[in-house]
């Protein structure tokens, strides 16, 4: 069983920035792909972005690469998402996930992940 805890969603101001973080459970960390996805209201669950076992690939969905950067650190069993120059329509809750499975068919797929967090609130004003 892992657990992830997602902290750190917040109000910011447009153009501002946040850093989510996910605690993760489990001793074996490192070999977890991590994901995280974002569910605005009224609209589907999507990919945001996403890191490899070891760190060294990353993903992310058009709207935010050059202002999101997923990192993680395994040795404190943790992701993070910096988010920076955020925009109004970046507005949502976001969830941390993580695949536990040793393989991953596609980063960008929601059904890849097999625990998920409880969801941090983002809200960006215009």
């Known amino acids: 069983q892992v657990q992830l805890v997602e902290s750190g969603g917040g109000l910011v101001q447009a153009g501002g920035s946040l850093r989510l973080s996910c605690a993760a459970s489990?001793?074996?960390?490192?070999?977890?792909?991590m994901g995280w996805f974002r569910q605005a209201p009224g609209k589907e669950r999507e990919f945001v972005a996403a890191?490899?076992?070891?760190?060294?690939?990353?993903y992310y969905t058009d709207s935010v690469k050059g202002r999101f950067t997923i990192s993680r650190d395994n040795a404190k069993n943790t992701v993070y998402l910096q988010m920076n120059s955020l925009k109004p329509e970046d507005t949502a809750v976001y969830y941390c996930?993580?695949?536990?499975?040793?393989?991953?068919?596609?980063?960008?797929?929601?059904?890849?992940?097999?625990?998920w967090g409880q969801g941090t609130q983002v809200t960006v004003s215009s």
């Open positions: 996930a993580a695949n536990t499975r040793n393989y991953i068919g596609s980063y960008y797929s929601m059904y890849e992940y097999d625990y």
């Open positions: 489990g001793r074996t960390f490192s070999m977890y792909a």
């Open positions: 890191i490899s076992w070891g760190g060294g690939s990353t």
